[in-house]
């Protein structure tokens, strides 16, 4: 695979012999980052449980201290008094029938989804479409409520959603490159505070095998796990 310029020297600022503490990790996602946008910079987190298992599933959601960087679009799939309170918190979209027929039709231009309990039965169509995405609503991260505005203004000010994908892997955006390497690094390491709390009574042996930080077109950086047990324990 041909790489570019920009990627190859980038690339080449990353010692693949070496293993970064995460601070030092975020400073050079951060450092990096060269496009001509804002790039995100994203946390993969490799686990040591079966994804075929539901006892061993890791979801959760975390507020990121210093909030993801970039405006988060958000749906709402309400009726009646509730699409007002959507509405007046500032949603971007508010329907029923109408935003769950245009899902099918493979409109997804937003980034979270929120949900009152009385449609569920209708938004639950949506199962095969928003479940492989992470964006289908669920009691669990606060997302099938009655509480909308709460939930969109949590969503607002940095809630994130994750959720452990087929291969045993948790990906997450820590940010975006104009962040300072400090909030990258904050906004981190509370992701990894809250993975290691989900950490199933099932799972045996290493837990977390492996953390990389990268940004939208830089190369991974490979973080120390003990750096991380360090931290997270302090």
Known sequence: MKRSKRYTEAAGKVDRSKLYGLKEAAQLARDNANAKFD???EMSVRLGVDPKRSDQMVR?????????????????LTKGEKETEARDVGAD???AEDYIEKIQSGWLDFDAVVATPDIMSLVAKLGKILGPRGLMPNPKTGTVT???????????????????????????????????GEKLFENGLEFLREVIKQKPT????????????????GPG??????????????
Not at 60 to 76: D, M, N, Q, S, Y
Not at 149 to 154: E, F, H, L, N, R
Not at 224 to 234: G, H, M, R, T
């Open 146 to 180: 009655f509480e909308v505005g709460k939930a969109v203004q949590a969503i607002r000010k940095g809630k994130v959603e994750f959720r452990l994908d087929k291969t045993g892997n948790l990906h997450i955006p820590i940010g975006v490159a104009s962040f300072d």
């Open 60 to 76: 959760g959601t975390v507020t990121l201290p210093h909030g993801r960087g970039r405006k988060v679009r958000v749906l709402v």
């Open 221 to 234: 950086i490979p973080v120390d796990i003990k750096d991380i047990q360090l931290l997270v324990s302090a």
């Open 39 to 41: 790039e995100t910079v």
């Open 202 to 217: 099932a799972a045996k042996g290493t837990y977390i095998k492996s953390v990389t930080l990268s940004s939208t077109m």
């Open 93 to 95: 979209h508010v329907g």
